[in-house]
């Protein structure tokens, strides 16, 4: 099992970043895929989760209205979108199967 994360992104504030989430391994439809950041100093934070199965979602209360979570099923990715960016949102992005398996990291700076 393995996930596949797109590399670092740079954006300024107010602009929307897209993270991709590959996997391989198993059955892509079988597993919520959870999205979790890190900022700098600070510990993991929870942005929710995706059915690809379905599609379904849940997002954190934190971030519901600029988060969006996507998957493909044709090509077992997920993808996060954020938008409205502030450099609070500078953090490594991760997706992740829980304690089956997590992506590398995707570091999204934001400069104001």
């Known amino acids: 099992v393995q996930l596949v994360q797109s590399g670092a992104e740079l954006r300024k504030s107010g602009a929307s970043v897209r993270v991709s989430c590959k996997a391989s391994?198993?059955?892509?439809?079988?597993?919520?895929i959870n999205w979790v950041r890190q900022a700098p100093g600070k510990g993991l934070e929870w942005m929710g989760t995706?059915?690809?199965?379905?599609?379904?979602?849940k997002y954190g209360q934190k971030f519901q209205g600029r988060v969006t979570f996507t998957a493909d099923t044709s090509t077992s990715t997920a993808y996060v979108e954020l938008s409205s960016l502030r450099s609070e949102d500078t953090a490594v992005y991760y997706c992740s199967l829980g304690i089956i398996s997590w992506g590398q990291g995707t570091q999204v700076t934001v400069s104001s």
């Open positions: 995706i059915d690809p199965e379905d599609g379904g979602t």
């Open positions: 391994g198993y059955t892509f439809s079988s597993y919520n």
